[in-house]
């Protein structure tokens, strides 16, 4: 198993960045494949983007493509979501997810994720 502890929310204004962290305890941290999703108030949880367990592979969901950049150490198990360029609509709790790679591709649903944090909240003022 592992846990997950996500870190670096806050308030910012539109066009500035943040650098959302998450960290993982328990072993195996590299066998993982990461993601991160989003819920925004009344809204449903949708994918935001995933890296392989090596961090050789990304995708991204269209809405931050280009704005966005996750990212992994996993000498630290720690991944990373840099989000610049921020709109209010970004606005939400971010939340990061694990899932055994096993030789899996990316996965973009939230119900192949096991393992979830319990999310940082970022908010976005224009």
């Known amino acids: 198993q592992v846990q997950l502890v996500e870190s670096g929310g806050g308030l910012v204004q539109a066009g500035g960045s943040l650098r959302l962290s998450c960290a993982a305890s328990?072993?195996?941290?590299?066998?993982?494949?990461m993601g991160w999703f989003r819920q925004a108030p009344g809204k449903e949880r949708e994918f935001v983007a995933a890296?392989?367990?090596?961090?050789?592979?990304?995708y991204y969901a269209d809405s931050v493509k280009g704005r966005f950049t996750i990212s992994r150490d996993n000498a630290k198990n720690t991944v990373y979501l840099q989000v610049n360029s921020l709109k209010p609509e970004d606005t939400a709790a971010y939340y990061c997810a694990a899932v055994r790679a096993l030789g899996r591709g990316l996965s973009l649903k939230e119900n192949d994720y096991p393992y979830w944090g319990e999310g940082t909240l970022v908010t976005v003022f224009s």
């Open positions: 328990g072993r195996s941290f590299s066998s993982y494949s």
């Open positions: 890296v392989s367990w090596y961090g050789g592979s990304t």
